[in-house]
Antibody, heavy 118, light 108 residues
Framework: EVQLLESGGGLVQPGGSLRLSCAAS????????MNWVRQAPGKGLEWVSG????????QYADSVKGRFTISRDNSKNTLYLQMNGLGVEDTAAYYC???????????WGQGTLVTVSS | EIVLTQSPGTLSLSPGERATLSCRAS???????LVWYQQKPGQAPRLLIY???SRATGIPDRFSGSGSGTDFTLTISRLEPEDFAMYYC?????????FGQGTKVEIK
């Protein structure tokens, strides 16, 4: 059974940093691209970032480019999102999701909440 | 960036009725890269339909998808109580991948 467990969310002041983690199990982690998707309170889904299975290719939404960094440690089956320069507009639940070619985001974690507030 | 516009914003229906949800793209999307998700309050999204018309594993056959180009449709043939939720379309054929703003299917 695929399991994705996010952690690292919390309350941070504007301008601060957080690192989110997503621990994966139940599948061969290194063979799948992974993504981060966020959802502001009461709002819709917004794709944030994606990374290839080997980690050599990354993509970012314009809204986070230059501030967020996606990475992965395939030896630890863990996906990361380093978030710097956080603003109130980054307040959201952050989900990690496994990408399957031809199917998009098949498996999702339960999300971790990031609140940016002074 | 491809903008996906979903309509209506809210659909008020009774159990047993048919639901028709629309997703319109600002430019053509390959059917292969158009998917639909269902999301219930407090839960992560769940993949319903991929490739515009193929049901994901475990999805009941009352859910169906259709469309091509810029117009796509999700149909729920007979609403069950557990189907009242938010529904999102997504395209991932053009970078950046984008989501529609969602359609809420609520109990009338």
């Amino acid at each position: 059974e695929v399991q994705l467990l996010e952690s690292g969310g919390g309350l941070v002041q504007p301008g601060g940093s957080l690192r989110l983690s997503c621990a994966a199990s139940g599948f061969t982690f290194s063979t799948y691209a992974m993504n981060w998707v966020r959802q502001a309170p009461g709002k819709g889904l917004e794709w944030v970032s994606g990374i290839s299975g080997g980690g050599g290719s990354t993509q970012y939404a314009d809204s986070v480019k230059g501030r967020f960094t996606i990475s992965r440690d395939n030896s630890k089956n863990t996906l990361y999102l380093q978030m710097n320069g956080l603003g109130v507009e980054d307040t959201a639940a952050y989900y990690c999701a496994k990408f399957v070619g031809g199917r998009s985001l098949v498996d999702w974690g339960q999300g971790t909440l990031v609140t940016v507030s002074s | 960036e491809i903008v996906l516009t979903q309509s209506p914003g809210t659909l008020s229906l009774s159990p047993g009725e048919r639901a028709t949800l629309s997703c319109r793209a600002s430019q053509s999307v390959s059917s292969s890269y158009l998917v639909w998700y269902q999301q219930k309050p407090g839960q992560a999204p769940r993949l319903l339909i991929y490739g515009a018309s193929s049901r994901a594993t475990g999805i009941p056959d009352r859910f169906s998808g259709s469309g091509s180009g810029t117009d796509f449709t999700l149909t729920i043939s007979r609403l069950e109580p557990e189907d009242f939720a938010m529904y999102y379309c997504q395209q991932y054929g053009s970078s950046p991948q984008t989501f529609g703003q969602g359609t809420k299917v609520e109990i009338k």
